[in-house]
Structures are given as structure tokens and as C-alpha cells.
């Protein structure tokens, strides 16, 4: 979501004539894109953020600016905290960015910070790609769903999603300008239309999307285990763009912390779910999120959570340590645990998913995969790198005259989530 956020950014700032750098000494701006899931993100921004103070020195007209879920957090706070700073806004208040930028020459600029968001001015005119075959595109915005761990729907706000016929015409005007891949974004993609009165409206949208020409791949992120039902997985099983890459987020394996999450399902729905996914959707690749250590979690219940990692076998998960979020309702519950548990059980839990991963990438050599050609690899002029409709990455001796298009790769080797072949079909 942040990156598709700084995408947007990135093509308001150089439509309106910045420059981009990659030294910090020449910059006339500095914008960070923070993230607030967590606090080591939080704690990382303000040291980088302090860093910054000698080039302010050097050169006090370079502006400094604070973007994303932690500046809406945060807010005029940030200013007080870092007086170095000259800009903070929300990702709702991105449309009104060149404005701010024009205020934060003279005096300190804040954001509206609208905790609802909007889809206005999000056209596809100003965007800049960094792969121009390949889009992100925000389908619903915010949550509403208060998993008790989570600070999402508290800077984000409740979700609002992006009318049918418009993501039609945006996606369209994207395939007009030669993007071949895009990758839907919401925080939880299942419920999308519910606000607008559609019932199950993200098959429905994937239907609509499956016949735009020129769009080849679909993905998409996050679908939240509670909303994805049978019938929408049958529907969406029909068409041929989708790719076969679906990200299930269990977080816990245990039925109580999972209530205490207010999550919305058990693990035995999950562990269901995971098997209408797998019967109608051959060869699929599935990927998760994980949290352990939270609040009076035992240790047999994260054995809960090991177990359901064993038991499904993800080709990659994200893994993180509970981390309270001030506000949220988990961060003051009781049974908080040191970090020295948590940590002690995010390694063993790595540990345990790594060695899974690495035996699901080498039951890959051998296949053979559709692949899109990204971008040229640094370590020699003719190693090329692209990606499977599984979303894992492929390195292949190819020339950079095949990026943007697909190719069929033969795989002969894999490290850990990376593999390697030979083309067999250009
Ligand atoms: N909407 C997505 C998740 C968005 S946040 C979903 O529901 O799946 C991305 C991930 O960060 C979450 O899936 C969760 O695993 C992790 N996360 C969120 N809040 C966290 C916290 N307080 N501590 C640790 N991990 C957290
Ligand atoms: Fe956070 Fe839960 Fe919403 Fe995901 S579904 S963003 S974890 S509140």
C-alpha cells in the first residue's frame, strides 16, 4: 500500500518538474513514506530523520517531509518532536501535495489529514511507472475491521472502495499506455463493493478485468481468510489473468488468540479455506503473514502456530513479533510478553518456515514457467530477471530487448526464494 502510495508521489513530484536523486547532499527535498504497523519502523524514521541535521545546515532551503501512516499518527506531534522537519501529510492528503510543497517553502505545512479516503485525482495522466508494463492499483481504501493488534484503521480509515466503472476506465487507460501486469491493492480485497451495495463485488470486478485487452496478468493483495468464500474462489478459479499467487494471512494457529485478535475465523475455517483454494486452483502458490508473542500467548498455543505452518506448507511467509501499537486494544491487554519470548519465538518460527521454503523452491527445478521480463540483472550484461505468475523471482541469460515481454524459462536450479533456468520458448 505504501509503495503504491509512493508510486503516486513519485509521478506528482516529477509531473510538477522535480528531479530525482540518489544523493542526499544534492536534494532540495527529502520525503519520507513512513509505515506505523510497527515500531521498529517508527523508531528507524526518527534516527534516519536526525541524520539528516548537518545537510539542513549546509543547505537550509532543502525541505524535509514526513508522508504515510505514521504521519497521519502523529501529526503536528512530528514538528515538535523534530523541528527539522517542514512538511507532514496523510496518504489522504496526497492529491494536495504540490500545494503543501508551495507552503512548506515559506512555513511549516500540515496536511488535512481526512481520515477517510478518496480516490479523487488519482488518474492515470500523472503517473510515473517504474516498470511501465507493470501497475499497482488501489481498489479499496482503508479497514474496518479492528484486529485488536493493528493501528491500520485507526490512520487509515474505514474502507471506502473505488466505484466499478472507474477502476475499469483506470485500468483500461493503463492498458493503453502498455501495462501488461497489475496488482490490486486493498487491506482486505474480499470485501471490496461492499460499501457500494455489490455483493460479492471483487469477483464480479476480476470478471470485468479478465476482459480488458492488453491487461495479461492479474494479482492481488490482501484477502482477509474470514471474507474469501467458496464461491468467490470458484469464480475467480474461471479466469484466465488471475495469477495463481494468493497471500492468506493466518496470523495465529491457535483458536484463542485468534478470537483475541478478532480475526473472524478458526483455524479450522482457515485450514478449509486453504483447501478450496488448493482444489480449485491447481499449482497454486500460497504466502501468509504471521504474528507471534501476542499478549498471553502460551507456548503451546504458538505450537499451534508452528504446527499450521508445517501442516500447509507456505512457499514464503512474512513472520513478525507482536508489537503493541498504543491505542490499539491488544496493546493494553494483559499478559504482555518480554521481548526476549517473542523474539525467541519469531527465530524458531523462521527457522522452521525457511527450511520449508527452501524444499518448495527445489521441488520447483524442472518445471517450466511463464515469465515476465523485469529488468536486467547487475552482475552481467545478458542476465536477465523476471518473475512466474506465482510471483517468484527467475534469473535466465536472456537481453534487455525482452523486458516488458514473456518468456518460458525451464528452471534448473533454485536459492532459497530466487530461481534460475534457461529459456526454452522466447
Ligand atoms: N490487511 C492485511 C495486513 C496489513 S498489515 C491483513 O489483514 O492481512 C501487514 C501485516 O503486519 C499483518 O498481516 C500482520 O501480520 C502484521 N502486523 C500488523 N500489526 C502488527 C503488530 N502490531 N505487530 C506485529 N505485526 C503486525
Ligand atoms: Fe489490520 Fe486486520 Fe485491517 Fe489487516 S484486516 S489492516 S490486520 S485491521
Excluded at 510543497?101 to 481526512?114: P, T, V
Excluded at 483506470?170 to 492498458?175: E, G, K, N, P, R
Amino acid at each position: 500500500m505504501n509503495q503504491a502510495d509512493a508510486q503516486r508521489i513519485r509521478g506528482i513530484l516529477l509531473s510538477i518538474g522535480y528531479i530525482e536523486t540518489e544523493k542526499e547532499e544534492e536534494s532540495d527535498l527529502i520525503l519520507f513514506n513512513t509505515c506505523s504497523v510497527r515500531q521498529h519502523a517508527e523508531e528507524r524514521l526518527l534516527g534516519r530523520i536526525r541524520s539528516l541535521s548537518p545537510l539542513k545546515k549546509q543547505n537550509p532551503e532543502l525541505l524535509i517531509g514526513v508522508s504515510g501512516c505514521m504521519a497521519q499518527n502523529h501529526k503536528a506531534e512530528l514538528l515538535k518532536d523534530l523541528p527539522l522537519i517542514d512538511l507532514v501529510f496523510g496518504p489522504n492528503d496526497i492529491n494536495q501535495l504540490q500545494k503543501l510543497l508551495e507552503e512548506a517553502k515559506n512555513k511549516k505545512a500540515l496536511g488535512n489529514f481526512a481520515c477517510k479516503g478518496t480516490f479523487e485525482g488519482e488518474n492515470t495522466d500523472g503517473i510515473v511507472l517504474t516498470r511501465p508494463f507493470s501497475a499497482m492499483v488501489n481498489i479499496i481504501r482503508g479497514c474496518t475491521n479492528f484486529c485488536t493488534y493493528c493501528i491500520v484503521p485507526y490512520v487509515r480509515g474505514p474502507e471506502v472502495s473505488r466505484p466499478i466503472d472507474e477502476l475499469l476506465k483506470y485500468i483500461s487507460d493503463l492498458a493503453s499506455k502498455g501495462v501488461k501486469e497489475i496488482m490490486l491493492l486493498g487491506q482486505n480485497v474480499n470485501v471490496y463493493g461492499k460499501d457500494l451495495g455489490m455483493t460479492e463485488g471483487f469477483a464480479t470486478l476480476l470478471e470485468e478485468i479478465e476482459k480488458i485487452n492488453g491487461i495479461k496478468w492479474v494479482r492481488f493483495l490482501t484477502s482477509h481468510p474470514r471474507d474469501f468464500t467458496e464461491s468467490a474462489i470458484k469464480r475467480i478459479a474461471k479466469l484466465s489473468k488471475v495469477c495463481e499467487q494468493y497471500h492468506l494471512p493466518f496470523q495465529a494457529g491457535n483458536n484463542r488468540i485468534l478470537q483475541a485478535m478478532h480475526r473472524g475465523y478458526t483455524r479450522e475455517r482457515y485450514i478449509e479455506l486453504i483447501k478450496q483454494v488448493r482444489e480449485n486452483i491447481p499449482n497454486v502458490s500460497l504466502s501468509t503473514d504471521i504474528i507471534c508473542g501476542f499478549p498471553s500467548e502460551t507456548e503451546e498455543e504458538f505450537q499451534d502456530t508452528i504446527d499450521l505452518v508445517k501442516q500447509i506448507r507456505y512457499e514464503s511467509a512474512y513472520m513478525y513479533y507482536y508489537s503493541p501499537r498504543p491505542g490499539t486494544k491488544a496493546a493494553s491487554m494483559k499478559g504482555q510478553l518480554s521481548d526476549e519470548v517473542k523474539k525467541g519465538r519469531l527465530a524458531r518460527l523462521i527457522e522452521v518456515q525457511n527450511q520449508i521454503s527452501n524444499e518448495e523452491s527445489q521441488k520447483q527445478i524442472g518445471k517450466t514457467f511463464e515469465v515476465l521480463v523485469e529488468s536486467s540483472a547487475s552482475r552481467s550484461e545478458n542476465a536477465m530477471l523476471g518473475k512466474t505468475r506465482t510471483g517468484r523471482p527467475v534469473d535466465f541469460v536472456g537481453n534487455s530487448s525482452m523486458i516488458g515481454n514473456f518468456v518460458k524459462v525451464k528452471i534448473d536450479s533454485a536459492r532459497n526464494w530466487t530461481l534460475s533456468g534457461k529459456i526454452v520458448e522466447a
